[in-house]
């Protein structure tokens, strides 16, 4: 079974642009959340989707948003870059089993996609 | 909130040896998991072990197994006969039951030296 891929894995942009990265989770993994990487924050969450709906959000502003589609695939966008947004964003998916009941089940996580603004 | 607190940022082993990696958080929820993932310099985040609050047993994975201490709420990774592949970042991660947030600890770095 083919693990979650990210595209791109590495990006470029200047500050004020916006950027759109792309998560496809494992099959069968209807749950995709979205992860911020910094040597300074560590590995913070931004939010997670299932069932195309928004679950649960992170403490990031407005100008972080995603969605997802159909397929489970799900999107990233950062408008307005700033400095600070350069990181590593790493896509996670699972089954969520919890949305029936209060178990988790195992995120497994894509290679990321290196943001560096310049 | 929950937090999670790794106090080693670094260590390191000789190969062959066994290593214990600490973690310790907060909550007070009672239905949660816990994790160690690591990270190698690919950075490719990669799952070691997961543990179920509600288990008393300890998790073991092969040469990984964890000492989870539930009423100290410590939960201890360690690694036996290490190996060079072993190198890399790891973490340790709290998940409350029913939700898909993942909270980190901060990481720490191993080395396993030859």
């Known amino acids: 079974k083919a693990g979650v891929t990210q595209t791109p894995r590495y990006l470029i942009k200047t500050r004020g642009q916006q950027v759109t990265l792309s998560c496809s989770p494992i099959?069968?993994?209807?749950?995709v959340s979205w992860y911020q990487q910094t040597p300074g924050q560590g590995l913070q969450f931004l939010f997670e989707?299932?069932?195309?709906?928004?679950?649960n959000k992170g403490n990031f502003p407005g100008r972080f948003s995603g969605r997802q589609f159909s397929n489970s695939r799900s999107e990233m966008n950062v408008s307005t870059l700033e400095l600070g947004d350069s990181a590593l964003y790493l896509c996670?998916?699972?089954?969520?089993?919890?949305?029936?009941?209060?178990?988790?089940?195992?995120?497994?996580f894509g290679p990321g996609t290196r943001l560096t603004v310049l | 909130a929950q937090t999670v607190t790794q106090s080693q940022p670094e260590m390191s082993v000789q190969e062959a040896e066994t290593v214990t990696l600490s973690c310790t958080y907060d909550?007070?929820?009672?239905?949660?998991?816990l994790f160690w993932y690591k990270q190698p310099p690919s950075r490719q985040m990669i799952l070691v072990i997961r543990?179920?609050?509600?288990?008393?047993q300890n998790a073991t994975e092969n040469r990984f197994s964890v000492n989870f201490q539930k009423a100290a709420k410590s939960f201890s990774l360690k690694i036996s006969d290490s190996q060079l592949g072993d190198t890399a970042m790891y973490f340790c991660?709290?998940?409350?039951?029913?939700?898909?947030?993942?909270?980190f600890g901060k990481g720490t770095k191993l080395t396993v030296n030859p």
């Open positions: 996670a998916s699972s089954t969520r089993p919890g949305l029936a009941g209060r178990s988790t089940d195992t995120q497994y």
């Open positions: 543990q179920e609050a509600y288990k008393q």
């Open positions: 099959s069968g993994h209807r749950s």
């Open positions: 991660a709290f998940m409350q039951g029913g939700s898909e947030k993942l909270v």
């Open positions: 909550t007070s929820e009672s239905n949660y998991y």
């Open positions: 989707y299932f069932s195309e709906t928004q679950r």
